[in-house]
């Protein structure tokens, strides 16, 4: 299968492969946006995460996170990157660690 290519292809390429909960930043939580679920950067691993940058618009770049907390709940978490990244979750996800592969 051919690598994706689009942030959109990117999610459901993961969702196939299980990281199916759609995580956002709530202060210093990530939680399960759908349940309300929270867990706290010590419970969570970035598996891996995939840049796309704008061809004609800086504003197109983003990021897509693939995360995996314990008791096994994975997701992902979209971001800009740059200067239009949210810096409440470039903060948050610093402190996560990287335990897979980027792309």
Known sequence: ???????????DELARRGFRANFGVRGNTVQV??????????ELAIREFHRFEGVSDPSDMSIVYAIEA?????GTLVDAYGVYSDPDI?????TVPIRGTTR
Do not use: I
């Not at 946006?33 to 929270?38: D, I, L, V």
């Open 33 to 42: 946006m759908n349940s309300g679920r929270a867990f706290k950067a010590d």
């Open 90 to 94: 470039s903060m948050f996800l610093s």
């Open 70 to 74: 314990l008791g096994g709940t994975r």
């Open 1 to 11: 299968m051919a690598e994706p290519t689009t942030v959109a292809e990117t999610l």
